[in-house]
């Protein structure tokens, strides 16, 4: 196998949530146009069919489920109309997750309510993902977690997600001992790309706010992250080429 042979993934079969829309739009796209048929997940059915018909339109198969990635009940019927219409389930991508009401808090300000929240958006439906998805890789497989470049060091006004992401960081390290050695388990952590959820999170209106906060952030290679970025870091965890990393967590950042 050539070394750009290492990066296909025709044959295997890819559940994306999060899909309709950014990060988790560009990574269907992506490990879609690697040769995977993918599984589509988010709330919003109409999104998950444009993107749908973006896949089919390279030659791959797309399904879309409306999914609640906070109800095991509902990602157990995602991976099972997987196998059920697809044939196979090898690769699960948890990217669903952010903000639950798209506003940053401080940790001793959040009310518990909004804490269960994030952490059910985060944390839990990621643990939920990978109990589903092993239960249905019968030979083997491919789990890949979204953290976030939060999850490393102190958050000034983002505890509570950056707490979240934390906690998936340390869940996909522990997931990769349980799991192995027939599944792998990594995360891929992305810096800050400029999503609608992230102008809307940090309140940014104009390209000249977000040339702001580039300034203030400080990334090395100047300038901000695309989705593009995320989609091939985990083309690359999903694909032979990463056959003996696990329990790996990739940052994709810029150098911050």
Known sequence: MSILDKFKLDGEVAVVTGAGKGIGRAIALGVAEAGADVALAARTLSDLNAVAKEIRAIGRRAITVAT??????????????????????????????????????????????????????????????????????????????TSS???????VKNGPYGASKAAVNSLTSTLSLELAP??????????????????????????????????????PLN????????????????????????GQCLYVSGGR
């Open 68 to 145: 609640d990635v906070t109800d095991m009940a509902a990602l157990d019927h995602l991976a099972q109309r997987t196998v059920d219409e697809l044939g196979s389930l090898t690769i699960w991508v948890s990217n669903a997750g952010g903000l639950p009401d798209g506003t940053p808090r401080y940790l001793t300000r959040t009310s518990e309510k909004d804490w269960d929240a994030q952490i059910d958006l985060n944390l839990k439906s990621v643990w939920m993902g990978a109990v589903v998805a092993a239960r249905h890789m019968k030979d083997g497989g491919a789990i890949i977690n």
């Open 149 to 155: 470049r939060a999850a490393f060091g102190g958050q």
């Open 182 to 219: 027939n599944i792998r388990v990594n995360a891929v952590a992305p810096g800050p790309i400029p999503t609608e959820n992230f102008d809307e999170s940090m309140g940014i209106k104009s390209g000249e706010d977000r040339e702001k906060l580039l300034q203030h952030i400080g990334i």
């Open 223 to 246: 300038r901000y992250g695309r989705e593009e970025d995320i989609a091939a870091a985990v083309v690359y965890m999903a694909s032979p080429a990463a056959s003996w990393v696990t």
